[in-house]
């Protein structure tokens, strides 16, 4: 079983702001990064480190942490967000990578 | 424009052996790690190893640990997955992304790899 843990769904108003979440014991030692998979397609990162987002990616996503638990917040939803997340960390031994078991994201 | 190509996918039977490829191009190869993320049918993502720039590290999730090796040969900018013992739970499609030893950034599109009988 992952050490990771996400809510399998999560819905949102178009306009309006989410929070998806990612809780486990490691990220109190390490930041999570996220990944949006569409239907099809391979994943792309949207988050990495503290919060830092790769060339191309929309500015209303944004990460942050606190305790155990990492955060993605999508400020301002879009159709186009409709999509899974995934974190991903390490593991609480800090060597090997693990993932959370996904959010799917609807956009109503 | 950074491309990143699986290859070497298709059907095995169980305790069958397969060997991926994954070539990269538009980006600085040597000096990147390289993991590679599988994804069972219907199912979320698996991380299951990666190999530092030179390849003379390489970690593997318990899983796969002893059956699964990587080889990379940077003169081809290509990183090499080797699965050997396939069982029925490594039905999946396996990913090459590179980056760096904790996260990575640059996907190919995957490569399916199917064991049964």
């Known amino acids: 079983s992952s050490q990771l843990t996400q809510d399998p769904a999560v819905s949102v108003a178009l306009g309006q702001t989410v929070r998806i979440t990612c809780q486990g014991d490691?990220?109190?030692?390490?930041?999570a990064c996220w990944y949006q998979q569409k239907p099809g397609q391979a994943p792309v990162l949207v988050i990495y480190g503290e919060n830092n987002r790769p060339s191309g990616i929309p500015d209303r996503f944004s990460g942050s942490r606190s305790g155990n638990t990492a955060s993605l917040t999508i400020t301002g939803a879009q159709a186009e967000d409709d999509a899974d997340y995934y974190c991903n960390s390490r593991d609480t031994s800090g060597d090997y990578l693990v993932f959370g078991g996904g959010t799917k994201l609807t956009v109503l | 424009e950074v491309r990143v190509v699986e290859s070497g996918g298709g059907l095995i039977q169980p305790g069958g052996s397969l060997r991926l490829s994954c070539e990269a191009s538009?980006?600085?190869?040597?000096?990147?790690?390289v993991h590679w993320v599988r994804q069972a049918p219907g199912k979320g993502l698996m991380w299951v190893s990666r190999?530092?720039?030179?390849?003379?590290?390489?970690t593997f999730t318990d899983s796969v640990k002893g059956r699964f090796t990587t080889s990379r040969d940077n003169t081809k900018n290509t990183v090499y997955l080797q699965l050997n013992d396939l069982k029925a739970e490594d039905t999946a499609v396996y990913y090459c992304?590179?980056?760096?030893?904790?996260?990575?950034?640059?996907w190919g599109q995957g490569a399916l790899v199917t064991v049964s009988s």
């Open positions: 190999t530092n720039s030179d390849g003379s590290d390489t």
């Open positions: 992304t590179i980056g760096w030893k904790y996260y990575f950034e640059y």
């Open positions: 538009g980006l600085i190869f040597r000096s990147l790690w």
């Open positions: 490691s990220l109190r030692n390490y930041y």
